[in-house]
């Protein structure tokens, strides 16, 4: 795993950062602050969440679902991209983790867009669907958690999802293991034919980028 875009040397990436991102003080103080946590390699590259951010304002996006939240920086990029009202239902586990994510939060003022769901993300899912109600009222959804359960955290935010809403899915070349013949880790295995079933599924529309860990863009069709 990288937690920054893959391929690029360390002085082209400091370039990148330098020149190419505009992160804000809270954000970078909640990205300094996540290096100190076990696992912080899970962190979203920032400007993987500059990007995200930047598509959640040219699309207007009101409503988001994220899978996986982690120390809430992705989170944090994207709910100061919403307008006003606009709310995010992020989903994880960890009450550790994301006790830094709410502290930070409410330092940027948008802890009032966020809707933590502390148990596991099919359960809240599904409670959405069930609702009737949420389906295909979402624009954007944001996947990064587990990876055995990509496909079914797939399936159930493109039924949350509106048609032209977008997802952005994580680590989708897992740091290059997604090539090694000779890795058959079950998060490899999964990754792997998540994204062979990506590549056929007539749905939607797919972008994959090579920026951080690998990202695809998904568009409902």
Known sequence: MANRSIGLSEPLYAYLLENGLREPAVLQGLRQATESEDMSIMRSAPEQGQLMAM?????????????????????????????????????????????????????????????????????TLDD????????????????????????????????????????????????????????????SLAIRAFNRALKTDERIDINMLPIADGITLVLKK
Not at 76 to 96: F, N, Y
Not at 155 to 167: F, I, K, T, V
């Open 55 to 123: 598509l959640i304002g040219l699309m207007g996006a009101k409503r988001i679902i994220e899978i996986g939240t982690y120390t809430g920086y992705a989170t944090l990029w994207m709910a100061q991209a919403l307008p006003h009202g606009g709310q995010i239902i992020s989903c994880d586990i960890s009450e550790t983790w994301t006790r830094l994510a709410r502290r930070f939060w409410a330092e940027a003022g948008v802890a009032d867009k966020i809707s933590l769901h502390l148990r596991p993300a099919i359960e």
């Open 128 to 187: 959405l669907i069930a609702q009737g109600g949420e389906l295909e009222s979402f624009d954007f959804a944001f996947i990064d958690a587990d990876k055995e359960n990509y496909q079914a955290y797939f399936e159930r935010c493109l039924s949350l999802l509106r048609s032209g809403g977008l997802m952005v899915i994580d680590n989708v070349l897992w740091g290059g293991s997604v090539i090694d013949a000779d890795n058959h880790e079950p998060s």
